[in-house]
């Protein structure tokens, strides 16, 4: 059985990972990162759309990267972790401007993998 500190190590370490994959503008690329952290089944509720599934999220991504060239996700501040729950809080912006739209993302992990991601928008969540 793994450690509080191992469980939260992972974690964060999934959390990097899964801003690597919001990054990534290559579908198949971020397709394969994914299928590494995210669960089959991960649902991804955002306030403007509920997706279930690897393949939804991977086409919601690319969708909002080519909608928003030059924007880059970044860490705002530590990713904080407790049990299987983690938040990050984020910035995504273009080089200029990196704080441009700001959130949160809070997850839940189980057996290695993300399973779950609620994302709240600054200023847009309802």
């Known amino acids: 059985m793994k450690s509080d500190k191992e469980l939260n190590a992972e974690a964060k370490k999934l ?3 899964h801003l690597r994959i919001w990054n990534e503008p290559d579908h198949a690329k971020r397709l394969t990162l994914a299928s590494e952290i995210y669960a089959d089944t991960i649902q ?5 759309v509920i997706l279930n599934g690897r393949a939804k999220v991977n086409d919601f991504i690319g969708n909002l990267l080519k909608q928003n060239p ?35 993302d809070i997850f839940t992990i189980a057996a290695g993998r993300i399973v779950s991601l609620l994302v709240f928008v600054d200023g847009v969540t309802k």
């Open 44 to 48: 991804v509720i955002d306030p403007e």
């Open 15 to 17: 959390v990097k990972d």
């Open 70 to 104: 030059g924007f880059e996700f970044t860490s705002a501040k530590p990713v904080e972790t407790h049990h299987n729950k983690a938040i990050l809080s984020w910035q995504f912006g273009p080089p200029s401007k990196p704080d441009a739209i700001t959130g949160q």
